[in-house]
């Protein structure tokens, strides 16, 4: 059974930093493409960091430039880090397996981190 545990978000000021984790079990990180998407309110979740198991990275146009996706293969974790957050940013935020097409790889979701930044 894959379980996707997220963690590392809160309330932050615009231009403020946070570093969101996501911690596996029942699946290896190192062989997948690991993402990061987030859903904002009224909005679909969307893919915004993308890590494939060679360590390539990918962003959303959004947030390229600001946010760095990477990984920890012994931890079984994947990491993002968001600097100069905005508050267009806000959202819950869930790690996932990705698809070549850009789709999560499972259909459940962990219960994803809480971004909240202010202006």
């Known amino acids: 059974q894959v379980q996707l545990v997220e963690s590392g978000g809160g309330l932050v000021q615009a231009g403020g930093s946070l570093r969101l984790s996501c911690a596996g079990s029942?699946?290896?990180?190192?062989?997948?493409?690991m993402g990061w998407y987030r859903q904002a309110p009224g909005k679909q979740r969307e893919l915004v960091a993308r890590?494939?198991?060679?360590?390539?990275?990918n962003y959303a146009d959004s947030v390229k430039g600001r946010f760095t996706i990477s990984r920890d293969n012994a931890k079984n974790t994947v990491y993002l880090q968001m600097d100069s957050l905005k508050p267009e940013d806000t959202a819950v935020y869930y790690c996932?397996?990705?698809?070549?097409?850009?789709?999560?790889?499972?259909?459940?979701w962990g219960q994803g981190t809480q971004v909240t930044v202010s202006s």
């Open positions: 996932n397996t990705v698809r070549s097409s850009g789709a999560p790889g499972f259909t459940s």
């Open positions: 029942g699946i290896i990180f190192s062989v997948n493409v």
């Open positions: 890590i494939t198991s060679g360590g390539n990275t």
